[in-house]
Every structure is written in C-alpha cells, then in structure tokens.
C-alpha cells in the first residue's frame, strides 16, 4: 500500500483521493501504462468533490493530456482554469496556454 493509499484509507478526503490518483497516473505514465482509470476517478472529482479539490483534479487532468501529448486538451484546460488558480500556478497554466 502506498502513502496516499494509506492517507485515503484513514482519511477518505477528495483530496487525499486526487493526490493518490496523481500518484497512480505519475507512477502509470512512467511505466507506459494505461491511465484511463485515473483519468475516470479524477473526472468524478473534478464533478463531485470539494471545490478546491475540484480545481486540483482538473489541473491533474490538464497535466496528464500534456504528458501524454494531448496538448490541445490540455492547453483547453490550462486556458479555463487560469482564472481560478493562485499565483504562481496562474502563471504555470498561462505559460502552458502559450505554448510552454
């Protein structure tokens, strides 16, 4: 069991439960694995987890297209996110949105 297993087992917060997807879908993309299931999970808690969670796991999703080279999906992502994220995580996204 990893730590963010753990942490999800004694605290099932939304985001105990995005940070541990990222977790999954980081050590995924590192093995060539599929990350469709991630992607599923982080999708409901973009729709049904607390708002700040909501934002994390839209921009863990923003970050997993550009990973897997999906970068119009991403940069789509990164583009309606902006707004909402702190400097300097704005920042990030905009650079992202321009092409870096």
């Known amino acids: 069991m990893t730590l963010h297993e753990r942490l999800v ?3 099932p ?3 105990a439960r995005v940070a541990a997807a990222v977790a999954r879908g980081r050590l ?3 093995g060539g694995g599929d990350v469709a299931a991630v ?5 409901t808690l973009e729709r049904e987890g607390m708002p ?3 934002r994390d796991a839209s921009l863990a999703l923003a970050d997993l297209d550009w990973q897997r080279g999906e970068r ?3 940069v789509d992502r990164y583009r309606m996110l902006v707004p909402t ?3 300097p995580l704005a920042a990030f996204a905009r650079r992202r949105v321009d092409g870096g």
């Not at 992607?39 to 999708?43: C, F, I, K, T």
């Open 9 to 11: 087992a004694l605290r």
């Open 13 to 15: 917060s939304s985001a």
């Open 28 to 30: 995924l993309l590192r």
């Open 39 to 43: 992607v599923d999970e982080l999708e």
């Open 52 to 54: 700040a969670s909501r």
């Open 72 to 74: 119009h999906r991403a």
């Open 85 to 87: 994220l702190p400097e």
